[in-house]
């Protein structure tokens, strides 16, 4: 439901501000099989349409993995060993937010890294970043200043990483807004600041509130009906979810029937809310 509400959202942005609306399967990590038809179907059934071809990621190792090699040939990666419970675990320097990288692999020799790969320990590709915080342009969070760090661009079994992945999409299939949840606002500018090195205009972004279970958690399979498909069998039809996607966005009153196109007529990104959207099953009786 989440993912629904951030495609209207998405759309919306686009269709009101004579942007193209593109449709991109980020399927890096391991997706199951009909994922991306389920989604398409969910997608169309709530009115909305994109421009083709739907790119997919998976489509695109090469090209991801040419960028890699190209800053890797220029001096700006490393290869880090740190497994995520180390990294937690390391002392930090003061003002440095948790979780970020303490530079741990950066300095070690030829010698150390070769003694890691012979104990069994793939290593992951990290960026030099050569500054410590970078300021992104969001529609609903104005200029908003994050942390950046070594972070990860290529994972220690050889997938490139979701951060250098949508930065090399997204400027090469010539998108200017990102419009997706807010739980990714923190990793903003670390993709932006990859944007600026790799010579590409980082996009503006509109980073929009979560839906959340009454527990403030994201909407998973304990929570019961929470897709198209499990609403339908319960004879909530599509229509019904459109209609509240609506009220949650301030964009239409309680029992009214909404399109697509009423909604993108009533569009205004002033009044979109800045707090999760609360679902219950009751919501939909």
Known sequence: MGNLRTAVLAWLFAHTTGRRFLLRMENLDRTAVGSDARQIADLHALGLSWEEPVLYQTDRLPRYRQIIDDLAATGRTFECFCTRREILEAPSAPHTPPGAYPGTCHTLTAAQREAKRAAGRPPAIRIIADRSTFTVDDVLHGHYTGAVDDF?????????????????????????????????????????????????????????????????????KRDGAVTLADLAATGVDVGIVLDHIAVSLGLAAAGEHIDIATLAARFDPAVLPRTPWIVSDLEWR
């Open 152 to 220: 990860v661009i290529q994972r220690g079994d050889g997938t490139p990483a979701y951060n250098l992945a949508v930065v090399v999409d997204d400027a090469e299939q010539g998108i200017d807004q990102v419009c997706r949840g807010d739980d990714l606002l923190s990793s903003a500018p670390r993709q932006a600041y990859l944007a600026t090195l790799l010579g590409y205009s980082p996009p503006t972004y509109a980073h929009v509130p979560m839906v959340l279970n009454p527990d403030g958690v994201r909407l998973s």
